[in-house]
């Protein structure tokens, strides 16, 4: 049985800027609350900026604007399968669109290895 959880996990830019930003999001059954989501930077040197966040706040996010000062995650307005990113690190800061079905179906697999209760 495995013990972990990893999901390819695309950014793309909200606004003018053209491209996007392909990570991933991981979460391991020994820490049963958080969800890392790493974004390699496109520099050549390997590198990559990583925000550790509540998984209770991800699925929250599905829903209804939540944050945790690093990062907010919001339903878009208009597009139900859209969510709203907004990362507040100087290493990555920025509005961006994510994709709510491959975040709800991550959050899905997780709650496989350790159910998530979040309260409505």
Same mark, same amino acid.
């Given at each position: ?9 695309? @950014? ?22 958080? $969800?890392?989501?790493? /974004? ?17 706040? @991800?699925?929250?996010? /599905? ?19 859209? @969510?709203?990113?907004? @990362? ?14 491959? /975040? ?9 290895? $350790?159910?998530?209760? $979040?309260?409505?």
């Amino acid at each position: 049985m495995t013990h972990f959880v990893h999901q390819p996990f695309t @950014l793309w830019p909200v606004g003018l800027e053209i491209g996007s930003h392909c990570g991933f999001l991981a979460y391991g059954k020994d820490a049963p609350n958080a $969800v890392e989501i790493v /974004l390699p930077h496109h520099d050549g040197t390997g590198d990559a900026t990583s925000y550790i966040v509540d998984r209770a706040l @991800l699925a929250i996010g /599905l829903h209804r604007r939540a944050s945790n000062g690093a990062i907010v995650v919001r339903p878009h307005r208009t597009r139900a399968d859209w @969510l709203i990113v907004t @990362l507040t690190a100087p290493s990555g800061a920025g509005d961006f669109y994510a994709d709510a079905v491959v /975040l709800r179906m991550f959050l899905d697999a997780t709650a496989e290895l $350790v159910p998530l209760e $979040v309260a409505a």
